[in-house]
């Protein structure tokens, strides 16, 4: 009973594939309002400073002390962050409530303006101001640097 049991979930699984991440907490939901090809909304100084100074954009929703998937991702962003601080500004937004933390407005208001429920979400934005890549959820440090090296012309 068991082994016919164990079988018919493994036939299940082949013949219905799933995406990897569907349901699993810490993944978002939905589409942002800012897609691939628009220009970024660049409304905190912080964003708005990268861009005058003519840096590429890697802005990342999420809270990384208290969701792990979070925690994960900017993990894999500072490792890269020595390679390439010079083109690329790193920007963390943290935009929803926890226990003890408590974002701010302007915060509040950029996650509104891209849309995004959930987290981690990830936008890379090129020099000129244009999303080029959107990550949803856990990405791996590779990807991430793949899409850098896009944006910057090293690929």
Known sequence: MKRGFFIAAIMVFFLFPQNPLAGVKGTPKGKPRVKVGDVAPLETEELRRAHEEGKAILLMFGNPWHCIYCEKVWLNIKALLPNYEE??????????????????????????????????WVFLIDREGIVRHIFIGFTEKDKIEAELKKVLGGE
């Open 87 to 120: 083109d690329i500004a790193f920007i963390l937004v943290s935009p929803l409530q926890v226990k003890w933390w408590k974002p701010s407005d302007e915060h509040i208001k950029l996650a509104s303006r891209y849309g995004i429920i959930g987290e981690p």
